[in-house]
């Protein structure tokens, strides 16, 4: 039902945005394609997106946790293959991709706070009780970063509703790490 817009078939608020983007990744992402509908909704992704992965304390590595969290949560089958190859360009190890495409413990006892942190947030709406919180706290994280997570959970929220909206097609570069959701594990 929605489209895979392109420069020639966008609203004009969206040009610039398609043009970031593919100056970004090198081509016009399918998820931007859709999100180009909207430009209030694209610019708003590609900011959240931005200030997540650029202006906040957490590591590459703890980002793709909280974002890989939210995507198995939210069972966006395009995130998490896109996630996937993000996640070996940063060099996340490869039991940690494998727990979190399936929904795992970590066994980073740190990552697997933020994971836990991460899902109760999302889980529970925010509402997760000053006992988890200070888990999360006790675990080496700080207010600011409890703080960020949410970011981090407003980005991929953008992304993964579009997408199950969209039923948006996965772009080739990561169609060797389609996903499909499967039971859990932990």
Request: glycine share 4%; net charge negative.
């Amino acid at each position: 039902m929605f489209e895979y817009h392109t420069p020639e078939t966008a609203p004009q608020g969206s040009l610039d945005l398609l043009e970031r983007s593919k100056k970004d990744y090198g081509f016009y992402p399918k998820l931007h394609q859709v999100m180009a509908e909207a430009p209030s909704v694209y610019e708003a992704y590609l900011e959240t997106f931005r200030l997540f992965t650029q202006a906040t304390d957490l590591s590459p590595t703890e980002q793709q946790v909280v974002m890989m969290t939210v995507n198995y949560l939210n069972e966006c089958h395009y995130c998490m293959a896109g996630h996937t190859m993000l996640m070996k360009m940063v060099k996340v190890p490869d039991d940690a991709i494998a727990a979190l495409r399936v929904g795992g413990r970590l066994n980073d006892p740190k990552l697997e706070a933020l994971r836990v942190y991460t899902r109760s947030l999302v889980e529970q709406r925010g509402h997760i009780g000053d006992d988890a919180l200070k888990a999360f706290l006790a675990a080496g994280y700080s207010k600011r970063q409890a703080l960020e997570v949410l970011v981090g959970i407003a980005a991929k929220t953008l992304s993964n509703f579009t997408n199950a909206l969209a039923h948006t097609e996965l772009d080739e570069p990561v169609k060797q790490f389609a996903w499909k959701k499967e039971p859990e594990m932990a």
